[in-house]
């Protein structure tokens, strides 16, 4: 029996056939319900992954790609004339390339007029310092020693004031010497003077230590002035011893009439006249030794204010000449100071005569292209528009879709330019919302503004470089949703419309 036949069959009839076509009979019965069980589980198997499985939810927008730092405008300020011209629109830069020369000749001509003037000044520093330390000699730096003329200069006149100072100070260390040679002489004279008066030894112990020969000749002095006054009492002693032992003879004979009275009277006188003698010689030795002492201490006192006054005037030249150092270095240190800060200004301009690239990057436009043109000061000379591994890609959203955008999402940026099935896209963020609408100029409808920030500025390979004007695709993900809630949510939007029409 074929198919048809044996699907015509009752119920009952199996009892009728062979026992092939009962059991063909039986399986045709069931396979209905299997067909039907497999699609149940199959539609249970879709709703449970449609509710598990989510999908994202994507907001779209158009852009383009922005410089991520602010395009570079290259000045001068001090302007000038181009000698040498290396920039050229779209030209590739590296930081510290050298792009333009400006004629530098009379910047050079001044850095090195300020050069000279703070060596002659550091020169003359190292003099005054060596005169202001009485040193012997200069010791010049390396640098300064390069110039041999400047220094063979300021050795001759550090030679000149050395001898100036060392002889003023020789004259007056003379002038000293000697007044203290006078005064100790004095104080000699003193002593031996007051010994001669007490008629006592003079006492030089204390005096030896410093000058022995002044006191072997005080001493010597104090000898013979004893010995010619003893002499002198001795010889008056004995005359006067002589007269009255004359007077005596002569007054026995005048008793005896052998002699007058006025031979008598005569020899008393003579005896009177040497007592007189002896106490003149006395009394003279004394008002000469108290005139001598007198004299001698006016002489001191004169000496010791003389003394005073050279040594004083000694210290006055001393702080007059290291005061004046002192002012010449200080004068020379602010000038020193104020010749590196022209020094240093005129270096920075004589550099900027260099114009070199601040950044990487392409050169987008030179406003100043011939060699010998002239750049006024200020005047821009060309722009930079910086490379940065980010990238910033400034786009445009509907309003509609805004108030999903949250700081920090994830975007794909698909470049136009390149085939995105091919170069694929950039992974970035979305880093700026505007606060308010923009109006597209071109058709006039109303845009909120986002800025997205890339992790590389290029697809796949450096050299696929996204530049700044290429327009991109901004795939912004908002979040996710599952694949049931996708179908559901038009059932749920039309019940909240359907039959409330007009």
């Not at 260390?173 to 203290?180: A, P, R, T």
């Not at 003879?249 to 007058?260: C, F, I, V």
């Not at 009177?272 to 010689?281: G, K, P, T, V, Y």
């Not at 470049?415 to 700026?432: C, F, K, P, R």
Request: proline residues 3%; contains cysteine.
């Amino acid at each position: 029996m074929d198919k048809k036949e044996i699907a015509k069959l009752q119920p009952g009839d199996e009892k009728f056939i062979s026992d092939l076509n009962a059991a063909i009979m039986h399986k045709n019965k069931k396979l209905p319900f299997l067909v039907l069980g497999a699609m149940g589980i199959f539609v249970i198997f879709i709703i449970v992954w449609s509710h598990f499985s989510e999908i994202e939810i994507i907001t779209r927008g158009m852009g383009k790609a922005v410089p991520s730092k602010e395009i570079q405008t290259i000045q001068n300020l001090e302007g000038g004339i181009i000698s040498k011209m290396n920039a050229k629109e779209g030209q590739s830069v590296k930081q510290g390339e050298l792009l333009i020369k400006l004629d530098n000749s009379k910047y050079l001509s001044a850095f090195k007029e300020m050069e000279a003037d703070r060596r002659s000044t550091k020169c003359n520093l190292t003099r005054l310092y060596a005169e202001y330390k009485n040193l012997p000699t200069l010791d010049f730096s390396d640098e300064l020693k390069m110039d041999e003329l400047l220094c063979k200069t300021q050795s001759n006149l550090f030679e000149a004031r050395r001898k100036q100072y060392s002889s003023r100070i020789s004259g007056y260390e003379v002038k000293i010497k000697h007044l203290k040679v006078e005064l100790f002489e004095q104080e000699l004279s003193l002593v031996r003077l007051r010994a001669e008066m007490n008629q006592a030894e003079p006492e030089f112990k204390d005096f030896k230590t410093v000058n022995e020969n002044m006191v072997a000749l005080e001493t010597r002095l104090y000898e013979t002035r004893k010995k010619i006054y003893e002499a002198q009492k001795t010889s008056i002693k004995s005359n006067q011893n002589i007269l009255r032992k004359e007077l005596e003879q002569t007054r026995d004979l005048e008793k005896n009439g052998a002699a007058s009275m006025v031979e008598v009277l005569r020899l008393e006188r003579q005896v009177m006249d040497m007592e007189s003698a002896l106490q003149s010689l006395e009394s003279t030795r004394l008002r000469d030794i108290t005139m001598s002492i007198e004299s001698r201490k006016q002489s001191k006192v004169k000496l010791e204010g003389l003394l005073v006054d050279s040594e004083s005037a000694r210290s006055q030249f001393e702080a007059d000449w290291f005061n004046e150092i002192a002012s010449s270095i200080a004068d020379y240190e602010a000038k020193l100071s104020a010749v590196k800060e022209k020094i240093s200004s005129l270096r920075d301009t004589v550099d900027r005569t260099e114009i070199k690239s601040p950044v990487d990057g392409v050169i987008n436009e030179v406003f100043q292209r011939n060699e010998g043109g002239v750049v006024s000061p200020g005047q821009p000379i060309l722009e930079i528009i910086p490379d940065d591994e980010k990238l910033v890609v400034e786009g445009m959203v509907s309003p509609q879709e805004v108030a999903f955008l949250r700081k920090g999402m994830p975007v794909i940026v698909k470049i136009t330019a390149y085939d995105y099935s091919v170069y694929g896209g950039l992974d970035g963020e979305l880093v700026h919302i505007s606060a308010d609408t923009h109006t597209d100029e071109s058709t006039g409808a109303p845009f909120y503004k986002v800025l997205v920030e890339t992790e590389k500025n290029y697809l796949m390979e450096e050299n696929n470089k996204v530049i700044p004007g290429m327009t991109a695709q901004l795939d912004i993900l908002t979040g996710k949703r599952s694949v049931l809630n996708y179908f559901i949510s038009p059932i749920y939007n039309a019940q909240s419309t359907v039959f409330t029409e007009r």
